[in-house]
């Protein structure tokens, strides 16, 4: 079973940034994109960004500008670079690895990500 373990939550000030890593503990059979995914307290989980496995990039509107998703494809490692962030940032973020039809999901244990106004 391949885990995938996130990194580099914490406190920001409003207008700070901060980076996310995660890292697959093993090469992802199937894998056709990873994501980023976040959730806000009493809300759902939303996606924040996609890489797929030729590089395309998609981002939601609320962060697109502020935050850019890369990927290490020889550490199987993703990456959410977050700049300008606001109060409306915080929550958990949860990495996303997506595979081909049939294959279930993997996912990460989650980050906090909290910011100050």
């Known amino acids: 079973q391949v885990q995938l373990e996130e990194s580099g939550g914490g406190l920001v000030q409003a207008g700070g940034s901060l980076r996310l890593s995660c890292a697959a503990s093993a090469n992802i059979p199937g894998l056709n994109a990873m994501a980023w995914y976040r959730q806000a307290p009493g809300k759902q989980r939303d996606l924040v960004a996609t890489i797929a496995i030729r590089g395309f990039t998609n981002y939601a509107d609320s962060v697109k500008g502020r935050f850019t998703i890369s990927r290490d494809n020889a550490r199987n490692t993703v990456y959410l670079q977050m700049n300008s962030l606001r109060p409306e940032d915080t929550a958990v973020y949860y990495c996303?690895?997506?595979?081909?039809?049939?294959?279930?999901?993997?996912w990460g244990q989650g980050t906090q990500v909290t910011v100050s106004s």
């Open positions: 996303n690895a997506k595979r081909t039809l049939g294959m279930n999901d993997y």
